[in-house]
């Protein structure tokens, strides 16, 4: 058992797709097609041994009405004829039987019909060299049996012809089948080829811009195989916007990167002449130093943390939002003593708790905080709130410094974006975008908006099982 599951298994490897639907698809129609001829022989077969069968059983009636005082006798016709039947009576007893030669068999099963111990029957036997059909009944109230025969040939000659026309359609049905199974297998499977070619294409370019082209069609109406051409070019379509963001983050942080490691170099170039500066000019290049590996280190640490999709598991619990937004705007009075942090927590969102990772989610509370501080003026206030909205948890953070133009609000969360505004302050330009992911990791989302009366408004909704 197991070797034949191999030698189907092997047979499946070495065999295209393709080859395989078009034998499948043949083998399915040219067994239907068999199989329908092999039923219509039988039908016709049995139809005309029947129609046989009645014709002796009509003639059988016909010579009992007659032979009411015949007796035994021997068949005279010895069934020469086609269509005349060949008759004779048989005794139950052998000594009546008459002087001349029985023309067609009897055996004991036509003395025990003869005597009433057997049923009538057919029998297909040979009488002078021809084939014949023969009905064995019993005479009423008599000890005799009735055989009546009729010639068989024509009705074999014609089961015969049947036979041939039928295997001859059951040839070109096999025929067909072949053709329909290869016309199945191209046309079935040319998304999937076309879909096998775009993959190729894609893998040996390197290029996710390829698509399959799509049947055209009513909407809804698409098969499994157009389904799936589809989902591969939705596919093909994340792929090349991953790429595209990829390239495009390696590009910005290669650009961001390549200032500050100038710095780093000249300075480390000029504390390598120690002995010719001041000190006070050593003290400076060492803090600048300093300055700019904390920069690079903060950088490379916010990729790090960018390149990660999702939040680790292990590192999920039941966090309170209330404690680490309090905890938040502790951290960024310490950070900016010139701005005014305020804070307001509804009382019904003081003790809500929901899955996370506490210190991912202080890092984003942490990044909006420290953004609105950024681009607040000197004493200006930063206002947070946190309510319960429809089984929801609604965080706020706004400022009042300049806020965000029109053709900068759809691009505030983007990797290294800065608006002409921000480009003179300090930041990589990933704080925004870091919060962004942290909250989708969380399954949360986070908007900006411009809200009445100056400065930018951010809105996290943080949902609650």
């Not at 002078?128 to 008599?142: D, E, N």
């Not at 379509?237 to 390696?250: D, F, I, W, Y």
Request: a positive charge; one cysteine or more; proline letters at 7%.
């Amino acid at each position: 058992m197991s070797g034949r599951r191999g030698l189907g298994a092997r047979w499946r490897r070495r065999r295209p797709l393709r080859t395989r639907l078009a034998l499948a698809t043949s083998a399915a129609v040219a067994l239907v097609a068999v199989g329908v001829c092999a039923a219509a022989f039988v039908v016709i077969r049995y139809q005309m041994t029947r129609q046989l069968d009645l014709n002796l059983a009509q003639t059988a009636a016909e010579v009992t009405q007659r032979s009411r005082d015949w007796g035994p006798s021997a068949g005279d016709t010895n069934c020469r004829y086609q269509a005349v039947p060949c008759v004779q009576i048989v005794p139950s007893d052998p000594a009546r039987d008459p002087g001349k030669a029985y023309a067609m068999p009897v055996t004991d099963a036509t003395r025990q019909v003869a005597d009433g111990r057997r049923a009538a029957y057919y029998s297909a036997l040979t009488v002078a060299g021809q084939p014949v059909r023969m009905y064995t009944t019993r005479l009423p109230h008599k000890d005799e049996a009735l055989q009546v025969a009729l010639r068989s040939d024509t009705v074999q000659r014609g089961v015969r012809q049947a036979a041939g026309a039928l295997a001859a359609v059951g040839g070109a049905g096999v025929l067909l089948a072949a053709a329909l199974g290869y016309w199945v297998s191209r046309s079935g499977l040319a998304p999937v080829a076309r879909l096998t070619a775009t993959a190729e294409r894609i893998a040996a370019t390197r290029d996710a811009r390829h698509r399959i082209e799509l049947p055209a069609g009513p909407p809804g109406r698409e098969d499994e195989v157009t389904r799936l051409a589809a989902s591969f070019n939705t596919m093909l379509g994340e792929l090349e916007q991953s790429v595209t963001a990829q390239r495009r983050l390696v590009a910005d942080a290669s650009h961001e990167l390549r200032t500050p490691l100038t710095a780093l170099r000249t300075n480390a170039e000029l504390l390598a002449r120690a002995d010719r500066l001041t000190a006070a000019q050593r003290d400076r290049a060492a803090a600048a130093l300093g300055r700019q590996l904390r920069e690079v280190t903060t950088l490379v640490n916010d990729l790090i943390e960018l390149a990660r999709d999702e939040e680790p598991q292990p590192l999920v619990e039941q966090v309170r939002p209330a404690g680490l937004l309090e905890h938040a705007v502790r951290t960024a009075r310490e950070h900016w003593p010139e701005i005014a942090f305020t804070t307001r927590i509804d009382p019904a969102a003081a003790d809500a708790l929901l899955p996370g990772v506490p210190s991912r989610l202080t890092r984003l509370l942490s990044n909006l905080l420290d953004n609105a501080a950024k681009f607040s003026p000197p004493g200006g206030p930063v206002e947070t709130a946190l309510t319960a909205v429809g089984g929801a948890l609604e965080l706020t953070v706004r400022d009042h410094g300049p806020g965000i133009a029109a053709a900068d609000l759809p691009h505030v969360f983007d990797r290294f974006y800065r608006a002409d505004a921000a480009r003179a302050l300090p930041g990589s330009g990933l704080g925004l975008a870091m919060a962004r992911q942290i909250a989708h990791a969380h399954g949360a989302d986070l908007t900006a908006e411009a809200p009445p009366g100056g400065g930018s408004l951010f809105r996290l909704r943080l949902p609650v099982p």
